[in-house]
């Protein structure tokens, strides 16, 4: 019955869709009041019936009912319950519930805290989410349904996939979900704005904590995701350049670049047509993503669905949402009212600088991303295009976007003084200059390129610093005074001062990695003792260890720094015979923000085996770095301002329905 | 500043970083991609010594052999043409005689494919697609990734194998 | 009657949501609005200027500048007044009404399966033995296996069985396991590279046939690899190496191995001389006929499966089985005529034709 309500209500969260995809347009075109709500109560409902069937899908394989095709193919019932509810979209079919089940939970929170949205806008946002909603319910019922049933049901589940079983891998698709499908909501907003024609500041201000929501996860999703290749992949590497990860870098991007546009509009009332546009695209990019990972259209690591029905159908999802938005695009842009006027150089102006190079970038990680694909189907050529192209076109397009960082913030809104924002600027340059000279004759004669970029991190970050005593006025005034300001400032300000010093963190936390970082390869006997960046790792023995469903070799080394006992690190080798298959358990050992890294290669036949480590300098920055921008985003949502809109007017608290 | 001045300064630097981009981005597509090749398409195209490639194909059985300091040699093979590869580092978990793989690097003067890397494979099921499509059409395929397809393969196996063949066809 | 009961008040739900805005009043003014926004803006400027964030100068001309949105929002908002359309609300009230349950219930019908129960963990531990079908024994060694991965013997039980089920790849692996953990003997080895072959769909890799040349290396005498060996000839192309690896096997061959109707056909196929004359129909039982009997009984069911296509044409392999049984008796004229029969009796069936000629070309006749 758990099956049946579940899949039942998944139906009819489809056919609320449907209705709240259609009722509420015709409700602003007549100006009804009700039939417009029509869309505040189906949201509402769709969420509900949503979260029943996601409910019923989690129970299900909770309670390991294999009487339902995807419990038997994914689960186990000895699995532990945690990864039994990871389980759950751990597999495409659960995957892509849980992507609905996201889009009704925003769609419901628009329509909950969206009072402060005129009610055609907000009719018109949740018509378009119930447009995306309604064609992601048919491509679960019809080419990915985890509902369908067994009748004569096994005993046994049989899937136990080891690789799955991993709280990195369990929390990095939500996340990543969670920023894709947050973008829908600009989405949403711009194309409301399309269909109404009409569109200004206040407009920005709506759409803004939504974005930025998104964003948070975004950041948080893909910096999840990459520590999680770090630490399992067992060679580690934290990012690849593959398609998968460009597919979420690329909405991120965007995103970004959304961002910053919308606070012009906010702020300028200037941008608008660009704001609209960069929604639109950054939304296209999540499905994009979607689809590049869903349809299987790459292979790569991340691609476990390979049914080409669903590809086509993604891809007709995606021909629909992306083209008809830009037709709509182009039909009705050029109605809508032009903005404010600013000079080149001011705030403004960086940001449209910071947009453009953004999106620069962006493009480029699209084009390395499709290249491939696009050549294959034409020519029948194959190609592979990694890192090294994406090192001289994105790095050379994000090293001035880092560059001009610090300036934004500093220049005054319409017409700014350059000079006067690079005398500001002068402590923060002076700092990065010492950086970068003390680490060049650290270095001594190693690579130019190091030093310059460790350099502009420090500059990047002490910019953000800069930022922070100009607003308080630090060193002006007296220090309680600047205190008392640095209260007074908005949390927002805070936000962009963390999220501006976190991208200097990761950028150190990069260089560091790459050109430092330090790789032994050793065939190593019990005794055995291998010298790394100081440390000494002895091997004291190789072990053999049943687990639960795995047989593990499991190494133990002890690592002293010159006398001092550093710490014991036991990296593994799992197996698991009946599967076939093997896992490798790298050891991490973090010395401050640096790591060391042991993996296991093959035993050998006389009791040796291959052992990696690495040392990894200041490995940690990277992902320090993000968890910054994601707390600066976090600080700026909580802005009291931003607070999802403006606040309310002054009234008499209202229940969610809308008073009489 | 006019506003007119003023459009065409932003209209301007949008084209410059464009631009930039536009150049930066036919530059790495001609020096920084990587084609890819089986051992019958580099002996046939007779690809230059020192021109890097991928190499992908099954490493033919009984091919490997481990020398000192982790140097490795294995031969690639789609089942036409073979070619020597030689790495030294740590080969992926998933490296096994028969069983695809990718490897970069260049030819060297002796004929011999010098790898830098040898891709690792994610999974049991995970065959790079390059691979796979390259030894389907050689006729040399095994791995479950072809499961779908092959159904519809003629076959002329004994009685049990045409029977299960059929019923994967179903199945499936 | 309970799940019927719960979709029932899940439609009642969506239902509700749909007609109860409708229901109500409308009051003008609704909702939020721009003016609200710009307002806020402006004492934001104030709370900055006062906490000396911006300079006055600056706040003034901000000031202005949201002033005048303000005003333009101001406007635009008073002058679109709200109304009510009494019909189209009822239109919309008997979709919900109407359309919304049929429309669901349609798509559940298709796609639903309200017959089954649930079949938890839970309940099944009570009833344990309640429907003990092939995949839950299979899962139930699989287990058990799970836990004691060295057991040779569960090992060599459930590789056939997994080979039947289809699952070639588990096989292929419990085969491993079994070699692993059992050693290595010719017949294991035959069958990892039985298992490897169904795994690729029938097709003899590299690998298979590998391990079948261990097996013969192991055994000389190893009949499945020999005949797989030979097969992989033949999808080589090596016609003539697989007739020739085939042709040894029967010479040396006892006269009533089950295997040798299967190895002659395939000997016909590539185009070889048969050996012997014997059909592929129940071959053990004809094998231990008397010569007379046993050639009396090979005409007469040749003579029967005849008479029954003659009167049911449509039974496609039914006609490859007369075709084959005429090819293998050695009688060429007689097999052509079936061939000519058989087109005769499929007519213009497209289907049962291309299944007719794809049976042909696999016997070896192409014309």
Redesign the interface.
């Known amino acids: 019955m758990i099956a049946e309500a579940g899949h039942y209500a998944l139906v009819l969260a489809l056919g609320l869709a449907l209705i709240q995809a259609t009722v509420p347009f015709i409700g602003a075109r007549l100006r009804d009041q009700g039939l417009m709500n029509v869309a505040r109560s189906t949201a509402m409902a769709q969420m509900l019936f949503a979260m029943i069937a996601f409910g019923a899908l989690v129970t299900l394989h909770v309670t390991s009912d294999f009487s339902v095709a995807n419990v038997y193919e994914n689960s186990h019932s000895l699995k532990p319950l945690i990864y039994k509810i990871t389980g759950v979209w751990g597999n495409h079919e659960g995957s892509m519930l849980l992507w609905v089940l996201i889009l009704a939970v925003f769609g419901g929170l628009v329509a909950t805290f969206g009072g402060n949205l005129p009610t055609s806008l907000r009719a018109h946002v949740l018509a378009v989410q119930a447009w995306v909603a309604a064609s992601f319910y048919l491509f679960i019922l019809i080419t990915s349904n985890p509902f369908i049933r067994i009748a004569n049901p096994p005993i046994e589940g049989r899937d136990l996939n080891p690789v799955l079983q991993d709280i990195g891998l369990a929390v990095h698709p939500p996340l990543l979900y969670l920023g894709y499908v947050g973008f829908s909501i600009s989405f949403s907003f711009a194309i409301a704005a399309l269909v109404e024609g009409r569109i200004d500041a206040a407009w920005a201000r709506w759409v803004r904590p939504w974005t930025l929501m998104a964003w948070i996860f975004l950041t948080l999703g893909i910096a999840m995701g990459s520590y999680w290749a770090y630490y399992e992949l067992g060679w580690g590497g934290w990012w690849f350049w593959d398609p998968v990860e460009n597919a979420s870098l690329m909405p991120w991007l965007a995103g970004t670049a959304l961002l910053h546009s919308a606070l012009v509009m906010e702020k300028r009332d200037a941008l608008k047509v660009w704001t609209l546009l960069l929604a639109i695209l950054t939304f296209s990019l999540s499905l994009l993503g979607t689809f590049l990972v869903r349809s299987g259209v790459l292979t790569s690591v991340h691609a476990f669905a390979t049914d080409p029905r669903r590809g086509v159908f993604i891809l007709l999802i995606l021909c629909f949402f992306i083209g008809g938005s830009l037709a709509l695009f182009a039909w009705r842009a050029s109605a809508l009212k032009q903005g404010g006027l600013f000079a080149p150089i001011s705030r403004e102006g960086a940001l449209v600088l910071n947009n453009l190079l953004l999106t620069t970038a962006c493009a480029t990680v699209l084009v390395g991303t499709l290249y491939p694909l696009i050549l294959e189907v034409l020519t029948g050529d194959k190609i592979s295009v990694g890192a090294p192209f994406f090192n001289v076109t994105f790095a050379p397009l994000f090293l001035p976007l880092l560059f001009a960082v610090p300036f934004g913030p500093l220049l005054a809104w319409k017409r700014g003084d350059l000079l006067g924002a690079a005398q500001r600027l002068i402590a923060a340059g002076i700092a990065g200059l010492v950086v970068m000279a003390v680490v060049l004759a650290w270095t001594h004669g190693g690579a130019m390129f190091a030093p310059l970029a460790i350099g502009l991190g420090v500059f990047v970050i002490a910019g953000a610093l800069t930022d922070l005593a100009e607003r308080t006025a630090l060193f002006r005034v007296a220090v309680p005074t600047a205190l008392r300001r640095a209260q007074g400032m908005p949390r927002s300000a805070w936000g962009s001062i963390f999220a501006h010093a976190g991208l200097g963190i990761t950028l150190i936390g990069i260089v560091c990695e790459t050109t430092w970082s330090s790789e032994h390869i050793a065939v190593m006997k019990p005794g055995d003792v291998a010298q790394i960046s100081g440390y000494s790792a002895t091997l004291d023995d190789v072990g053999q260890r049943q687990g639960p469903n795995y047989r593990e070799m499991i190494a133990r080394f002890t690592v002293t720094n010159g006398s001092d006992l550093v710490g014991i690190m036991t990296p593994s080798k799992r197996s698991f015979t009946t599967r076939g298959s093997s896992t490798t358990e790298a050891a991490l050992l973090a010395r401050g923000a640096s790591q060391l890294y042991i993996s296991l290669g093959e035993p050998n036949g006389d009791g040796s085996i291959v052992v990696r480590i690495y040392h990894k300098p200041l490995v940690l920055l990277i992902w320090y770095g993000a968890l910054a921008m994601a707390f600066g985003g976090l600080l700026s949502l909580s802005d009291r301002r931003l607070r999802v809109g403006a606040p309310k007017p002054a009234r008499a608290p209202r229940s969610l329905q809308p008073a009489e | 500043m006019t506003r007119k001045q003023r459009r065409l300064t932003m209209i301007g630097g949008a084209i410059a970083v464009l631009a930039v981009a536009a150049a930066l981005v036919l530059n790495a597509l001609r020096d920084s991609i990587v084609f890819f090749s089986t051992p019958t398409m580099a002996t046939e195209k007779h690809i230059a010594p020192g021109r890097r490639f991928r190499l992908g194909g099954m490493v033919r059985p009984g091919s490997v052999v481990r020398g000192d300091r982790l140097a490795v040699t294995f031969d690639v093979t789609d089942g036409n043409a073979t070619l020597p590869v030689a790495y030294q580092g740590m080969l992926p978990d998933l490296f096994r005689e028969g069983q695809g793989v990718v490897t970069e690097g260049a030819i060297d003067q002796s004929g011999v494919f010098r790898a830098d890397t040898v891709l690792a494979k994610h999974d049991e099921t995970y065959m790079p697609k390059e691979v796979a499509d390259a030894l389907k059409k050689e006729g040399h395929w095994k791995d479950d990734y072809g499961a779908k397809e092959s159904g519809a393969r003629e076959s002329g196996a004994s009685e049990s194998v045409a029977r299960s063949v059929a019923a994967q066809g179903a199945g499936r | 009657m309970?799940?019927w009961f719960?979709?029932a008040v899940?439609?009642a739900?969506?239902v509700f949501?749909?007609i109860?805005?409708?229901?109500?009043?409308?009051?003008p003014g609704?909702?939020?609005?721009?003016t609200?926004?710009?307002?806020?803006?402006l004492a934001?400027i104030d709370?900055?200027r006062d906490?000396?964030?911006i300079q006055p100068a600056?706040a003034a001309a901000a000031r202005v500048?949201i002033g005048r949105?303000l005003i333009a929002?101001a406007e635009a908002e008073t002058a679109?007044?709200?109304?009510?359309?009494r019909g189209?609300?009822r239109a919309?009230a008997v979709?919900?009404l109407i359309g919304?349950p049929l429309?669901?219930l349609s798509?559940?019908w298709n796609?639903?399966?309200?017959q089954?129960?649930?079949?938890?963990?839970?309940s099944?531990a009570l009833s344990p033995a309640a429907?003990?079908?092939l995949?839950?024994?299979v899962?139930?060694v699989?287990?058990h296996?799970?836990?004691n991965?060295s057991d040779a013997r569960g090992w060599q039980v459930l590789a056939p069985v997994l080979?039947?089920l289809?699952r070639?790849?588990d096989a292929v692996?419990a085969v491993?396991?079994v070699i692993t953990y059992g050693g290595d003997t010719a017949d294991r080895r035959a069958d990892l590279g039985?298992a490897?072959?169904?795994?690729?769909?029938?097709?003899?890799?590299?690998?298979?046939k590998?391990e079948f040349e261990r097996a013969v290396a192991l055994d000389a005498g190893e009949v499945?690899a020999r005949?797989?060996l030979g097969?992989a000839a033949?999808?080589d192309g090596r016609k003539a190496d697989a007739a020739a690896a085939w042709r040894a096997m029967l010479a040396t061959a006892p006269a009533d191995a089950p295997w040798r109707p299967?190895v002659e056909a395939?000997l016909a196929?590539v185009g070889g001389p048969p050996i012997a004359a014997v059909p592929d129909t129940d071959a053990a039982a004809v094998e231990a006929m008397p010569d007379g009997d046993r050639s009396a009984m090979i005409q007469r069911m040749v003579e029967r499966l005849a008479g029954r296509l003659k009167q049911d044409g449509r039974d496609v392999a039914g006609w490859l089985r007369l075709v084959r049984a005429y090819m293998v008796l050695g009688d060429a004229d007689k097999s052509r005529a079936a061939v000519a029969d058989a087109r005769r009796a499929v007519g213009d069936d497209q289907g049962l034709l291309r299944q007719l000629n794809d049976g042909l070309k696999?016997l070896g006749i192409v014309e």
């Open positions: 309970s799940l719960v979709f899940m439609t739900a969506a949501a749909v109860w805005p409708l229901g109500r009043r409308t009051a609704q909702g939020g609005a721009e609200v926004v710009y307002k806020d803006q934001e709370r900055d906490a000396g964030l600056e500048e949105r929002a679109t007044p709200s109304v009510t359309r189209v609300r919309v979709v919900a919304l429309l669901a798509i559940y796609l639903g399966s309200p089954l129960p649930d079949f938890p963990l839970a099944r429907s003990a079908s995949d839950a024994l899962a139930q699989e287990a296996l799970e836990k991965p080979m039947k289809g070639y790849d692996r491993r396991n039985e490897m072959a169904a795994a690729a769909g029938g097709v003899v890799t590299k690998e298979a590998d499945k005949y797989f097969l033949e999808q299967l395939s196929r696999e």
